[in-house]
């Protein structure tokens, strides 16, 4: 006799139900992305826009389980992105026959134990003195990787070229293919993170953020909680430091992920919405795409006689105002912003 209770039962069956919508628009979007993408998108779009934005989701998706659930801040996202580029390539160059899969798995466990190593000052410390420790791990890093050759496979250029991708039989050496690599590796980023911050080592991390010591109260180990948020953390942004570096750059370089790239991903984790999973895609598409636009728009004013060195500071300082702007109207981020526009709308359209 089946124990499902009967209203679950008729929910499921019902045309009208909520979760058959959602899976239908779950089919519907899966099929755009994953099928019509590929073939429609330009080979512009795919490797300039769609790509960049998908990675740097990611990256800002790591950094919010840290700072947005576990409320421990940080600013060394692009140090553990490429400590995550380079463990992958060395685990891809060294072990060539490591399937790719498993050398970005064992890229992101390495980034990790790094980021738990980095994080033991969250032991001790928090809020402003714990951004300048983790600041401390984008220099080190940096400078690590320039002076010990090893890591770059014993090559002087100080510039590796990507290696050749490959799972299988699949050859990764177009932009749609570099494209869907990046967007399954993501889909499963983020589906993995969702179900870590919907469990009970999310609600930890909750409790710590709103108030560590009610939290060590009733039990919970606080200490554990922060370090496992910086690895899990630094495993996710290991992962797109990897697709960053052979999918988008196609370079492996220290100076690919410099202190701008961490500051980016901070933007992004702030615009979206701290603490929101959704929210790293809107905050991405924003820092990605709002500056293409800008561009766009520029080259009117290039036509009219306007220096192009102007117009570049024009850019900048747009895109400065219109954050500003957006943050104070909305100190949630875009997650929120869209969800109270989507509950206004709801609430007119009842009868």
């Not at 409320?71 to 553990?80: N, R, Y």
């Not at 869907?180 to 983020?190: N, P, Q, R």
């Amino acid at each position: 006799m089946s124990t499902r209770p009967a209203s679950m039962t008729s929910a499921m069956s019902d045309p009208r139900s909520p979760r058959v919508y959602l899976l239908l628009a779950g089919v519907v979007v899966a099929v755009v992305l994953f099928i019509a993408v590929p073939v429609a998108a330009s080979e512009y779009w795919l490797s300039a826009v769609l790509i960049p934005f998908l990675v740097m989701s990611a990256a800002a998706l790591g950094l919010n389980l840290v700072t947005g659930y576990a409320g421990q801040l940080s600013l060394g996202s692009a140090a553990f992105m490429a400590v995550g580029a380079y463990s992958t390539y060395n685990f891809v160059v060294r072990v060539p026959w490591l399937p790719l899969p498993v050398a970005l798995v064992a890229g992101g466990l390495v980034t990790a134990a790094v980021g738990a190593l980095f994080g033991l000052p969250a032991l001790r410390i928090k809020g402003f003195y714990l951004i300048v420790s983790s600041l401390a791990a984008q220099f080190f890093v940096e400078w690590l990787f320039i002076k010990v050759s090893w890591f770059s496979n014993d090559d002087t250029s100080g510039v590796l070229s990507a290696p050749r991708l490959a799972i299988g039989n699949w050859h990764i050496d177009s932009p749609s293919s570099r494209y869907l690599l990046v967007l399954g590796t993501v889909t499963v980023l983020f589906i993995f993170s969702w179900r870590v911050v919907r469990s009970e080592l999310g609600r930890r991390w909750m409790a710590v953020r709103d108030m560590d010591t009610a939290a060590s109260v009733i039990g919970i180990p606080v200490a554990a909680s922060r370090l496992l948020a910086f690895a899990l953390s630094s495993f996710v942004i290991g992962i797109a430091g990897a697709l960053w570096a052979f999918a988008y750059l196609g370079t492996v370089e220290p100076h690919g992920f410099d202190l701008n790239l961490s500051f980016q991903v901070l933007f992004i984790v702030i615009i979206g919405g701290m603490g929101s999973i959704a929210g790293n895609l809107l905050g991405a598409a924003f820092i990605v795409l709002l500056p293409i636009l800008l561009s766009n728009a520029s080259g009117v004013l290039v036509h009219v006689g306007i220096d192009a060195g102007q117009v570049q500071n024009l850019q900048k300082i747009v895109l400065g105002t219109l954050i500003i702007a957006f943050l104070v109207r909305e100190p949630d981020g875009l997650a929120q912003l869209v969800r109270s526009s989507i509950l206004r709308v709801s609430t007119r359209l009842r009868p």
